[in-house]
């Protein structure tokens, strides 16, 4: 799920498990390098208070720690300007120090520390990083132990923070550099007025309608060569592919890059494609944040779609045996991604009798929450 800190949000990177397990792997190359010293472990605040305490926790040898704070981060932006704001008290003459730091990315850090050090004249100066971005560092100090090697993108948790929020977070979040969208997967049976209630949605949150069958026209009608793809498999009696249908979408995504969000409208209709969607979010930065059905009685159902009937135009709306077909195929289609859905707890069902104003207002409800 994303955090919202201040004015941002972020998303999951690095989980906690993956964490803990870096750190032990740490604790295992040092221990296994120093096992005949007593090394000094120095912490540089505030980040790196989390790691220190794992870290010292899992140290099989004996062994002493400090800290000393540094500052160099202003908001999201690392700047060059570092001061000592708490420094060492004990004799580190002779001694061997492991600069435990929660994250390396210019390495602006890194010359101070060197400085300080080298004024205590230490055995040795050892650099142990949890956290490095290689694309962002711009110094020549040898880092000896480095946990993982991340993008250069901000991330906050596991005492980093955001504006001084976000350190207590066990896990690890990256910053989203498309900021909040709202995507959902409207869902209805037929009848439920799904159509009607995406244009007020769309209107209301300034967000882009993505109806599959209508993307599928478009294509075919103007004979582009995704549309020339799909008409080959159509005429030929076949499914049109989940990766054509995918390159559809994606197209219409880039075509609306600075939208507030997308409402899909007919996809997905499986967990392949709920979760060929999430993949093609991810690399917009972005997610579905919820799966919306609007739920109607079966007899209420059959009687709008008769009553729709009788102006439509449409065969299908004037035979009952067939709309109740068609309202028994989508509660069989969309059961397995209600499943897949609530596994994330992004489903919502929604009641769908009433004016058009209330059931609007309800939707509207759950969209506000997201």
Do not use: W
Request: hydrophobic fraction near 40%; include cysteine; aromatic fraction near 10%.
């Amino acid at each position: 799920m994303l955090v919202k800190l201040q004015d941002l949000y972020f998303k999951p990177f690095i989980s906690e498990e993956k964490i803990q397990a870096t750190v032990q792997q740490m604790v295992d190359a040092i221990a296994e390098d120093l096992k005949d010293e007593m090394p000094i472990f120095v912490g540089i605040l505030n980040g790196s208070f989390m790691f220190v305490s794992d870290f010292v926790k899992n140290y099989p040898y004996p062994c002493e720690v400090t800290f000393i704070k540094l500052a160099s981060y202003d908001g999201v932006k690392s700047t060059e300007d570092i001061q000592r704001l708490i420094g060492l008290t004990q004799d580190l003459t002779g001694r061997t120090v492991v600069i435990l730091e929660d994250i390396i990315d210019s390495g602006n850090t890194l010359g101070e520390v060197h400085r300080i050090f080298k004024n205590e004249k230490v055995k040795q100066l050892i650099i142990a990083t949890l956290f490095y971005k290689p694309e962002a560092y711009k110094k020549d100090f040898k880092l000896h132990y480095v946990g993982l090697e991340i993008p250069n993108k901000f991330i906050v948790g596991y005492g980093l923070d955001y504006n001084g929020l976000g350190r207590d977070l066990p896990a690890v979040y990256q910053l989203k550099t498309t900021q909040h969208m709202i995507n959902i997967v409207l869902f209805g049976p037929p009848g439920a007025g799904k159509g009607t209630q995406a244009n007020f949605l769309k209107d209301k949150y300034n967000l882009v309608h993505i109806s599959t069958g209508d993307v599928f026209r478009y294509n075919i009608k103007n004979e582009t060569a995704l549309g020339t793809l799909a008409k080959s498999y159509m005429d030929r009696g076949q499914l049109v592919p989940d990766e054509v249908t995918i390159d559809m979408l994606n197209a219409e995504v880039e075509k609306n890059a600075d939208a507030n969000g997308f409402i899909f409208d007919g996809f997905p209709r499986t967990n392949a494609q709920a979760e060929a969607l999430d993949t093609l979010l991810d690399t917009k930065d972005s997610q579905i944040n919820a799966m919306v059905a609007l739920e109607v009685d079966d007899e209420v159902l059959v009687g709008r779609l008769l009553e729709r009937g009788k102006t439509s135009g449409r065969p299908d709306d004037a035979d009952e045996g067939i709309i109740r077909n068609r309202i028994k195929e989508y509660y069989d289609k969309t059961a397995i991604l209600k499943d897949y859905y609530s596994a994330q707890d992004k489903y919502y069902g929604v009641d769908g009798v009433g004016s058009i104003e209330e059931i609007t207002e309800r939707l509207s409800e759950v969209l506000d929450r997201l």
